[in-house]
């Protein structure tokens, strides 16, 4: 039989992000576990921060998902889930959102969590895609950083910034689990964990979690 494969697609075209996602995942491999492929979507835009940006990138992953035969599952590694119902619709093998998982794990670890976004403009979105899922009485808050996808993955101070918020989540929102709302945040969970003393989810690691047990009982 062979390997199974979860490829991770970066919608943004930022190979800082996909590098470190690539490096977020690492502990999730196992031996005779499926093989893990982050890739990043050469066409997308260098990160995703706009409904714009989200609407740019739906059919590109579509393609990029149909156009994968030896994928048994795939993860779409970017907060605002682009295109995740359209890839869903164009393939039997398991597409899963980065925040839809991880919402769901820290509905796992807490009783109401709160989301650290990259900007002010990105917490309509997320707003309205909790709302749909029916979560709203779930979240604490969210709360920007004020930075860019790419400050985000490779900025000297986003940690600093992120212990601040997720403190301001922490002690004025009543938060007891904090998801991180961008896939180029991945590189700091752990610290960010350490320092605020709550479950911090990375939202890529938690949907590659599933997609783990997906094609492991498959």
Same mark, same amino acid.
């Given at each position: 039989?062979?390997?199974r494969? #979860?490829?991770? #697609?970066?919608?943004n ?6 590098r470190? #996602?690539?490096?977020?995942?690492r502990?999730?491999a ?23 940006d989200?609407?740019s990138?739906?059919m ?10 030896g994928?048994d !599952?795939?993860?779409?590694a970017?907060?605002?889930?682009p295109?995740?119902?359209?890839c869903?619709? =164009?393939?039997?093998?398991? @597409?899963f959102?980065?925040?839809?998982c991880g919402?769901l ?6 009783e109401?969590? =709160? ?11 997320h #707003?309205r ?19 860019? @996808? !790419?400050?985000t ?11 601040? @918020?997720g ?10 689990a904090?998801?991180?709302?961008c896939?180029?945040?991945?590189r700091?969970r752990r ?7 709550l479950p ?6 938690a949907a590659? !979690? ?6 492991c009982?498959?």
């Open positions: 039989m062979s390997r494969r #979860i490829v991770v #697609i970066n919608p075209s930022n190979q800082a992000v996909t470190g #996602i690539d490096e977020a995942l502990p999730l196992f031996a005779d576990g499926p093989e893990i492929v982050c890739t990043t979507l050469a066409e997308g835009p260098y990160g995703i921060e706009t409904q714009a989200v609407e990138v739906t590109p992953l579509r393609r990029l998902v149909e156009s994968d035969n994928a !599952a795939f993860v779409i970017c907060y605002s889930d295109g995740l119902h359209v869903r619709e =164009g393939s039997e093998r398991p @597409v959102g980065i925040a839809e919402v794990t820290a509905l796992a670890r807490a109401r969590f =709160g989301v650290i976004a990259i900007k002010q403009r990105s917490i309509r979105r #707003i895609y909790l709302r749909q899922m029916g979560l709203m009485e779930r979240l604490a808050g969210e709360r920007p950083l004020e930075m860019s @996808v !790419a400050e993955a490779s900025g000297e101070n986003t940690l600093d910034r992120m212990v601040e @918020v403190r301001e989540l922490r002690d004025r929102d009543g938060a007891e904090i998801v991180m709302g896939a180029g945040m991945a700091h610290p960010l964990e350490q320092a605020l003393g911090v989810i990375d939202p890529t690691q590659v !979690a599933m997609a783990i047990g997906a094609v009982v498959a």
